[in-house]
């Protein structure tokens, strides 16, 4: 067939029906990416969170006993010395904690980039009907 000939319908509908295909196999890949990308943020996410937790066990452990010694010399009774320490590390575990819980909740799981181009496609392959 020449450049100018006109092609049958069929041959237009396998050709429509290919290039849909293609689109929805290549959106459907994008929406994979997406999908894996956001997966590894939250993997980060979460290993920081588990960081936070055996950061905040491991300076209780290590830590607890010279500051309690370190509060009771500065005056607050032995039997409260261990609370005030330990209130202490739960704070800053607690602030590690809510910092990555709130990374890991900024991650989105939507794949909004493959969304945005479905509708854009869709827009695009209507565009033709509504020009009559």
């Known amino acids: 067939m020449t450049p100018n000939t006109p092609k049958s319908t069929s041959e237009m509908m ?23 990308e956001s997966a590894n943020k939250a993997g980060a996410s979460i290993a920081a969170m588990g960081i936070a ?15 309690v010694a370190l509060v009771v010399q500065a005056g607050v009774p032995a039997q409260w010395a261990p609370a005030v320490v ?11 904690f809510i910092t990555a819980k709130s990374s890991l909740k900024n991650i989105g799981f939507v ?4 969304a945005r181009n ?6 695009a392959i209507k565009e033709p009907f509504h020009d009559k």
Do not use: H, M, Q, Y
């Open 14 to 36: 396998k050709a429509i029906l290919g290039n849909v295909s293609n689109l929805v196999r290549d959106e459907a890949d994008l929406a994979r990416t997406e999908i894996a």
């Open 53 to 67: 937790l055996v950061l905040a066990i491991t300076g209780l452990n290590v830590f607890a006993a010279t500051l």
């Open 86 to 96: 330990g209130a202490g590390f739960l704070v800053i575990a607690l602030i590690i």
């Open 111 to 114: 794949p909004t980039r493959a």
């Open 118 to 123: 479905v509708k854009r496609d869709a827009a």
